[in-house]
């Protein structure tokens, strides 16, 4: 039956039908856009599972055993790269969840106007259906490699798409976090599945050591393309991106309070960071394994090795085993597809069409919502299926949140970023990205007397491009002087919206707070009155809490070991 044995076929019919079905039963009373796009009721367990099931994606172990593949365990860094991110969400969810938003946009006009929360609505609605394709390009590439051809790529692209987008439409968040409880589960099943297989048959690490002899191969970054410099550029445009990726909104503000935003955020990442690690080590045992049997590094199809690992491995292991790791693959881009759609219809439907299209009722704009949760998977499925791989999905979509992010952190942090310089950055950053992809602008790159020292140009496919930490370097360096520059030179926001953006990040979320309208503090809460740091040329920087600093140190620990760890089990 398509590739699979009765009881595989079985096992991901019986989850397939179940998750939607209590994706539906979860959702069932949202009945307005508040409760159905941005529920304000869930605990910290079911906030870590959300966090970590809308962060994890069967794409990324696809991505990581590709770059595996091709770089050896330097590859972890293509889901890494957000490792050195991990402590900051610390200090980002409170944040998120003291701005008593709907969607990401609303902060936005609340921080500048209308016209910039259109614009983050705009480029937040590409990076979601880039993302969303991103996710289902890596699920057909696993389903074609587990059932041998049997099931085509695009077909599977297909149906996944479908599915999360019957029990998405219907239930809303709600839906989405309680699917993503259980699907967080079958997520770690698939992280782990493979590992011990496929090490134990290819001798265990000293094994790997023995078959690979390329010391580049097991180093955590080696000549090439993955370099100190290269992760540590990735690093810093994660951290910029991060808090323009529109589905942080959810994974931050759905909590009863920031604490369970803060708990549910830091902790749920750091669970992904350890299946990465699995991912790493599953793909580079693969590769190992490969070459015993007499394959050489360079016939493995990188994309592929995931699912071929999982198809050479788990039918033998028992009847439902492939079955089984399926239907977690699925759960794992299901559980945030489904979040991708609603944050994308959120955006669409309260900060573009709602502006415009007044006095409706709530149903109406439920409607709404849903038809353009559809949209944004049909983008999603077109941009699968004309994307050549995972790994250049995966470079596409690193490149759009950090436009809009910029303006965030500058926005956050100088009182004087106006309407227009928020614009000007983000429009120059858009501008530089398409200016150094160009082949004029690539040539005279790599003619400059010093591009070779400094490897400015990449050679991708046979293809000469700007290697891509100089082009992140470039892009935000112009879209941060465009930004302050023409703040400088144009009207400032009024002091009373500035006031009340800075009231709402510094006021802490009290247990059982009634919301009756976003981005307002409630009846009787006063603003917060918070010593700070700096203050100097217009910056806003607050002395940070007890528990925000003892959070941080606490985040950097866990990477610190994560890292040590990682790098002593392959010294």
């Not at 077109?382 to 992010?405: Q, R, S």
Request: net charge positive; with cysteine.
């Amino acid at each position: 039956m398509f590739g699979l044995l009765p009881a595989d076929f079985s096992v991901l019919v019986f989850y397939l039908i179940g998750i939607a079905a209590i994706g539906i039963w979860a959702g069932r009373g949202a009945k307005s856009t508040g409760e159905f796009f941005m529920p304000r009721r869930f605990g910290k367990l079911m906030m870590v599972m959300n966090a970590f099931g809308t962060g994890t994606a069967s794409d990324q172990a696809v991505t990581v055993a590709s770059g595996t593949a091709r770089s050896g365990l330097s590859g972890i860094w293509y889901q890494w790269l957000w490792l050195f991110v991990t402590p900051f969400y610390w200090l980002i969810a409170p944040l998120f969840r003291r701005f008593r938003a709907v969607t990401t946009a609303d902060v936005y006009e609340l921080r500048f106007d209308r016209s910039v929360a259109g614009l983050f609505a705009v480029v937040g609605m590409a990076s979601l259906a880039v993302k969303t394709g991103l996710l289902l390009k890596g699920t057909g590439a696993l389903v074609a490699a587990c059932t041998g051809g049997a099931v085509p790529a695009n077909a599977a692209i297909t149906v996944t798409a479908l599915l999360f987008l019957i029990y998405g439409t219907a239930g809303g968040l709600s839906g989405a976090i309680v699917t993503d409880s259980i699907q967080g589960v079958l997520t770690l099943v698939f992280s782990f599945m493979l590992l011990p297989f496929v090490l134990g048959e290819a001798g265990g690490v000293a094994g790997v050591r023995e078959t690979i002899d390329n010391p580049a191969m097991l180093s955590l970054v080696a000549p090439g393309k993955i370099t100190l410099f290269f992760v540590a550029m990735m690093s810093v445009q994660a951290l910029v991106g991060i808090v323009a990726q529109p589905f942080i909104m959810g994974v931050a503000g759905a909590g009863k309070t920031e604490m369970e935003g803060r708990v549910g955020m830091v902790f749920g990442n750091i669970i992904k960071r350890f299946c990465t690690m699995a991912w790493s080590v599953t793909a580079i045992a693969g590769v190992a394994w490969y070459m015993q049997q007499g394959e050489a590094r360079g016939e493995i199809v990188p994309d592929e090795l995931y699912g071929n690992l999982a198809q050479s491995f788990l039918p033998r292991l028992m009847p439902g085993a492939l079955g089984l790791f399926l239907a977690a693959m699925l759960a794992a881009v299901m559980s945030s597809c489904d979040a991708y759609m609603l944050s994308s219809a959120a955006l669409f439907t309260q900060n573009i069409y709602r502006p415009f299209i007044r006095a409706k009722g709530e149903g109406h704009y439920l409607l709404v919502g849903r038809i353009t949760g559809v949209a944004l998977v049909v983008f999603g499925i077109a941009f699968a299926f004309w994307v050549p791989n995972v790994i250049k999905a995966l470079e596409i979509w690193f490149m759009i949140a950090p436009m809009m992010g910029i303006a965030f952190w500058l926005g956050l942090v100088w009182r004087r970023l106006t309407v227009a310089g928020a614009w000007a950055s983000t429009l120059t950053g858009f501008g530089v990205w398409f200016l150094t992809t160009r082949p004029g602008v690539v040539g005279a790159v790599a003619g400059l007397p010093f591009a070779d020292r400094l490897k400015l140009i990449w050679i991708e496919r046979g293809v000469e491009v700007i290697h891509m930490p100089w082009q992140i370097a470039a892009y935000m360096a112009g879209a941060l002087i465009a930004g302050v520059g023409v703040s400088l030179f144009t009207r400032p926001v009024t002091e009373e919206k500035l006031a009340r953006f800075y009231n709402l990040a510094r006021t802490r979320v009290r247990p059982g707070e009634k919301l009756e309208v976003p981005c307002r503090l409630p009846e009787g809460v006063e603003p917060a009155r918070r010593k700070m740091l700096v203050t100097a040329f217009g910056l806003e920087i607050p002395a940070p809490s007890s528990i925000s600093v003892w959070g941080f140190a606490m985040g950097w620990a866990i990477v610190g070991a994560m890292i040590f760890g990682f790098w002593w089990l392959w010294r």
